[in-house]
Structures are given as C-alpha cells and as structure tokens.
C-alpha cells in the first residue's frame, strides 16, 4: 500500500480557488491510478475526480468538470486538485486514494490506499 498524505484545505468563499496536494510514500508512485473523494456530513463518500499513473488520462465528476484540475507530478510523488470557483456544496473532506494498476478509477472500490483527508469549507 501508498501511504497519504492530504493538505491544502481551508475555509473559503464562494467563488474562490483552493489548491489541494496530497504527498505520497512507500510504493512507485506512477504505479498507481489516484483519485480524490469527498465526504459531506451524513453523506457517503463521492467520486471527485481520478488521473492514470502517467498523468495521460483524466475523469471528472460532473459537479466539478471545468471547474476542478486534478494533476500529479511524479518526480515529487504528489497528486494535487485545483478547486476553483469554489460553491458551498463543495464543503467537505477530501480524500485522496491510490488504486494498484495505474487506471483511473470513479469507484471507491478500485482503491486500496487512503489518506487521512482535509477539510475544505466554503462559505456563502
């Protein structure tokens, strides 16, 4: 297993931009498809976005398409999400997770590692 670690979460206003990384160890990086998930209070865990292992592929949730980014970069075994124009419904915390194979993957299913999440709170 990858182990994770999330950061980059905060409280916001509707509208603004947020970058989240999430620092990645212990297995090759590129090995792996990773995603990120958010969880709201009372809800289950949803899909957000997922990249391949090269970075060459890219799958969005379509409450986030075009607003949402997500990118890896390799050398530094990190995986990050661009949040812009943030809206209140995206308050949550966001996961990232590795799926074994280097497939980008919307099932949570699909993934074996996971980090503990940060908080993103946007405000109206």
């Known amino acids: 297993q990858v182990h994770l670690v999330e950061s980059g979460g905060g409280f916001v206003q509707t509208g603004d931009s947020l970058r989240l990384s999430c620092a990645a160890s212990g297995r090759t990086f590129s090995n792996y498809g990773m995603g990120w998930f958010r969880q709201a209070p009372g809800d289950g865990r949803e899909f957000v976005a997922a990249?391949?292992?090269?970075?060459?592929?890219?799958l969005y949730a379509e409450s986030v398409a075009g607003r949402f980014t997500i990118s890896r970069d390799n050398i530094k075994n990190t995986l990050y999400l661009q949040m812009n124009s943030l809206k209140p419904e995206d308050t949550a915390v966001y996961f990232c997770?590795?799926?074994?194979?280097?497939?980008?993957?919307?099932?949570?299913?699909?993934?074996?590692?996971w980090g503990q999440g940060t908080q993103v709170t946007v405000s109206s």
């Open positions: 997770a590795a799926a074994p194979g280097g497939e980008e993957w919307s099932s949570p299913m699909r993934y074996d590692s």
């Open positions: 990249i391949s292992g090269i970075g060459g592929r890219t």
